[in-house]
C-alpha cells in the first residue's frame, strides 16, 4: 500500500487529509502531540486496518525536523506522498508583534515547508514517483494582503512549488508537486491563532478542501484553490497592480480588535 506522510497532523487540516487518505494509504503522522496522533493513529487503524505510525517532531527547527527528514529518505520505507501541512498564524500583524515571533512563523510555515519538500523531491526523483502537497494559502497570491509574515511566508512556499513544478526535472518524470491555497477554512487554526471561525460565503469545509486537493492533485494540477469564489478572488488578485494592495488589504490588529492576540510559538496544527 502507498505511504503517506503528513505534518501537521494533530488537528485541522492536516487531521482531515489523515482522515480522507486512510482507506488508500498507510500513514505517517506528523506533529507535537505525539498523545492526539497516537489517539488518531488508534481511531484510523481500527476504521480502515491502515498501518499509521506516529512520528513527534517540531519543525520549526532544523534540529527539530530531523526526525522528518530520515523518514523522508528512508530507502527501504519509501513515502509515496508528503503532505506538507504544518502550519501557524497571529490575529495580529508584525507591526505589533514581537520580532522574534514573526521569525519563528517564517521558519514554521516557509524554511521548514521548503527544507522537507526539497528532501522529498530528491527522494522522489531518485525512485521515479512521488507527489507532494505544500499547503500555502491565497494570502500568499496577493501582495500586501495582510501585515504579516504569514502572506510572506506563503508566498514563499507557493513561488517555490511552482518552480520545482515547472522545472524540467518534474515535468520529465512522475513527480507531481502540487501548492494548496485555501481560503478561510473553519479548523481549530483559527481558535488557536486568536482569529473567530465564522461561517459566512467566505468560509471553506475542511472536508471540501482536502478532497479538492486531493482530485487537483490527481488531475496534476500546480496550484489547488478550493471554490469557485476563492478561484475569482485569486484570479483578481493577481490581476491587480500591486499598487491597489493598499484598497484591498487590510490591518490584522483592526480587523479582530476584540481578540486576544495568540500565544506565540504556537505551531497550528502541530
Avoid at 240 to 263: F, I
Amino acid at each position: 500500500m502507498a505511504v503517506a506522510l503528513i505534518t501537521g497532523a494533530s488537528s485541522g487540516i492536516g487531521e482531515e487529509f489523515a482522515r480522507q487518505l486512510a482507506p488508500t494509504h498507510d500513514l505517517v503522522l506528523v506533529a507535537r502531540d505525539v498523545a492526539k496522533l497516537e489517539r488518531l493513529a488508534e481511531r484510523l487503524s481500527s476504521e480502515h486496518g491502515t498501518r499509521v505510525d506516529v512520528l513527534g517532531a517540531d519543525v520549526s527547527t532544523r534540529a527539530g525536523r530531523a526526525p522528518v527528514l530520515a523518514r523522508l529518505t528512508d530507502p527501504d520505507r519509501p513515502i509515496d506522498l508528503l503532505v506538507n501541512n504544518a502550519g501557524m498564524g497571529y490575529s495580529t500583524g508584525a507591526s505589533q508583534n514581537p520580532v522574534d515571533d514573526e521569525m519563528y512563523m517564517l521558519e514554521v510555515n516557509a524554511v521548514a515547508k521548503v527544507h522537507l519538500s526539497l528532501t522529498a523531491v530528491q527522494a522522489m526523483l531518485a525512485r521515479g514517483s512521488g507527489g507532494i502537497i505544500n499547503v500555502a494559502s491565497v494570502c500568499g497570491i496577493a501582495p500586501a494582503w495582510v501585515d504579516s509574515l504569514y502572506g510572506t511566508s506563503t508566498a514563499t512556499v507557493l513561488r517555490h512549488t511552482e518552480e520545482m513544478a515547472y522545472s524540467k526535472a518534474l515535468r520529465n518524470s512522475d513527480v507531481t508537486v502540487m501548492a494548496l491555497c485555501p481560503g478561510d477554512v473553519q479548523t481549530d487554526f483559527n481558535n488557536r491563532a486568536g482569529i473567530p471561525n465564522k461561517t459566512d460565503w467566505g468560509w471553506v469545509d475542511v472536508s471540501v478542501l482536502v478532497r479538492v486537493a486531493l482530485a487537483d492533485l490527481r488531475k496534476g494540477k500546480v496550484v489547488s484553490i478550493p471554490t469557485a469564489r476563492y478561484k475569482f478572488l485569486s484570479t483578481l488578485m493577481k490581476l491587480a497592480p500591486n499598487s491597489w494592495s493598499r484598497m484591498y488589504g487590510y490591518d490584522l490588529g483592526r480587523q479582530h480588535p476584540e481578540v486576544p492576540r495568540a500565544t506565540p510559538h504556537f505551531a497550528a496544527g502541530a
